[in-house]
């Protein structure tokens, strides 16, 4: 089975704070993303990377950044936490399939991150 | 703009009933559709898909109809099991090396 890991389940920061998210998945996956989950709003797209060190943003990129540094590993970075930032952020990987991106995303269980 | 929508926040239904929810999009470029379900505490979980080139997709107790006309489309669960309540996202997505659009959800509870 696919297991996409987030470091924290939980996550208490202060307003200005720089804030690493990190993920990892074991399946060899090409592609990673993120996204975050609001009430009403559904998930939205932060950014996703489909290699190494390749980035592209998605609906929501604005004070964001990530970091694809292996192919195993996607980090989101808050530069300055601001308390809009207070969500659920989910991780998920996905291969390709007949040379075509597989639109079946693995999850990770989520980062609720609170910025107080 | 929400290019997916799901305009029903919450359902209910009784055990062994049908639960039919139900998924809007406007935009035509969409050519692969989906189903996930997410309980709490846990990421989501790829449940159903299904191509524009069908009408229609099953997978057990679940069934995924689309109507590419109308732009609509809808995950049917015969017979409805409380194991079932949770929040279902419809996504979309043109394919190739887009990306998925999910909808905002919706909450079922299969009431025993």
């Known amino acids: 089975d696919v297991k996409v890991t987030q470091s924290s389940r939980y996550l208490v920061k202060r307003t200005g704070e720089k804030v690493f998210l990190e993920c990892v998945q074991d399946m060899d996956h090409e592609n990673m993303f993120w996204y975050r989950q609001d009430p009403g709003l559904g998930l939205r797209l932060i950014y996703f990377s489909y290699d190494v060190k390749m980035k592209e943003k998605g609906d929501i990129p604005e004070g964001y950044s990530v970091s694809r540094e292996k192919k195993e590993r996607f980090s989101l970075i808050l530069e300055s936490a601001s308390t809009n930032q207070t969500s659920m952020y989910l991780c998920?990987?996905?291969?390709?399939?007949?040379?075509?991106?597989?639109?079946?995303?693995?999850f990770g269980s989520g980062t609720q991150l609170s910025v107080l | 703009d929400q290019q997916v929508k799901q305009n029903s926040p919450s359902l209910s239904v009784q055990e062994g009933r049908i639960s039919i929810l139900n998924c809007d999009y406007t935009n035509s470029m969409f050519d692969y559709f989906l189903w996930y379900k997410k309980y709490p505490a846990e990421g989501p979980t790829f449940l159903i898909s299904?191509?524009?080139?069908?009408d229609k997709n099953e997978d057990g107790r679940f069934t995924v109809f689309l109507n590419k006309s109308a732009k609509h489309l809808s995950l049917h669960i015969v017979p409805s099991q409380p194991g079932d309540s949770a929040v279902y996202f419809c996504a979309a997505t043109p394919g190739g090396y887009q990306k998925v659009t999910f909808g905002i959800g919706t909450k079922l509870q299969v009431i025993p």
């Open positions: 299904i191509s524009s080139i069908k």
């Open positions: 998920a990987s996905s291969s390709y399939e007949n040379r075509v991106l597989s639109e079946k995303l693995f």
